[in-house]
């Protein structure tokens, strides 16, 4: 997974959890897209300022995910949701198979319990 799309992932978990400022200096850079220097100069700080707040914001919440782990479990998830839409669509196309249909079911149900075992 690409970098900035794995840091903003866990910015939308973890991001409530970070101080007012941080949030801010996170969003001015990787939402809005501002380089330090103008995110510096927005708020009245000093470039090393702001690459500092930044920098201990990104360990944070790759600490929250090292802890929680709650992304990790997102992602396995919403993997096995596609894998179940993918047996339903088999099951759709051999609808007049009984057997394939009854093991593909339980693959689903498989699918279902390791989620739910999460």
Known sequence: ???????????????????????NVFELYY??????????????????????TLKRSENILFQYEETLHLVERFLANKQRIKEMIQIMDEIEKDFNNPQKIKTQIGDMKQIAYKILDE
């Open 31 to 52: 939402q809005n897209d501002l380089s330090l220097a103008e995110i510096a100069e927005q708020l009245q700080i000093s470039r090393q300022g702001v690459y500092d």
């Open 1 to 23: 997974m690409d970098n900035i799309l794995r840091i903003t992932l866990l910015y939308d978990f973890y991001g409530e959890l970070l101080t007012d400022k941080q949030k």
